[in-house]
């Protein structure tokens, strides 16, 4: 897949600086590394010539740059159901439900978000990661994004990187609060479970802010935002506060039923099994029009009964 010829003529300024550093600075919306591929693969073209990425430019050379995207998925595509919540030429936003993977992998070849993307939109195939931005997982439910244009996809992977993407969920937890708050514990991955991530001294940091929605007898219906974006990272500074998302096996130990709790309730909190979260929000500015994009999404319906279940239980 190529994009359209971008012509560009180098800056005065740029002069003296290697070729790859000058595109780097006109040309922001790509990164050098990609760049530096696309000039040792003869798409730039400076003044009608190729050269090499460490070449000096003077300024005033007219560079045309053919964007060429590298067939970097393997996956094949699959007809499965998906919910898009955003979609423009540049970008989708889908509405993942729980139970989907994001990425194929060991033990999940088949049946992925990664998959369905392939099957409706064929072009994905020619871009990184089929275009996912970033990931939830498996039994997380909610708001994704996904890049549909080279340009878009480096843009949104920087804006992620330095935190200019508003990361928004629901969650239930175990226990009760007394008022919002954040928490700041850095994460890395369990040194006896590689499986897990937890909070330990050397880990990267991580930030987690989050507010009251409701209390109930037992638990907290809260809104999270995230300043990081580790991996588990919601699950994990939870559960470290001792408040575990209610029906998350791997970090919320054994399922704990509150005392004097309805034959509903109980029934409800038994067959919940995943963790209760839910991506409800994205925020961002558009990478083509620098507009602010808001794309909500109701959190999915067994979240929104469990919540029912536990109103309707707290009297």
Known sequence: MTEETLEQTIPAELSGYRLDQALARMFPQFSRSRLKTWILGGSVLVDGVGMRPKDAVAGGETVLLQPVAEISVTSQPEPIDLDIAYEDAALLVVNKPAGLVVHPGAGNTHGTLMNGLLYRYPELAEMPRAGIVHRLDKNTSGLMMVARTLSSHTMLVRKLAVREISRHYEAVCTGTFTGGGKIDAPIRR?????????????????????????????????????????THQIR??????????????????????????????????????????????????HPETDEIVSVVAEPAADFRNLLAILEKSNG
Not at 194 to 214: D, N, W
Not at 248 to 263: C, K, T
């Open 190 to 230: 369990h040194p006896v479970d590689r499986l897990r991530m937890a909070v330990l001294e050397g880990g990267k940091p991580a930030v987690t802010h989050y507010r009251i929605i409701t209390r109930f007898a037992a638990h907290t219906h809260v809104s999270v935002k995230l300043e990081t974006g580790r």
């Open 236 to 285: 994990v500074h939870f559960a470290w506060r001792r408040h575990a998302l209610i029906g998350d096996s791997v970090y919320g130990g054994r399922l704990a039923i509150p005392a004097g709790a309805s034959d509903e309730l109980r029934d409800t909190l038994r067959s919940f099994r995943r963790q209760a979260l839910c991506a409800t929000r994205l925020e961002f500015a």
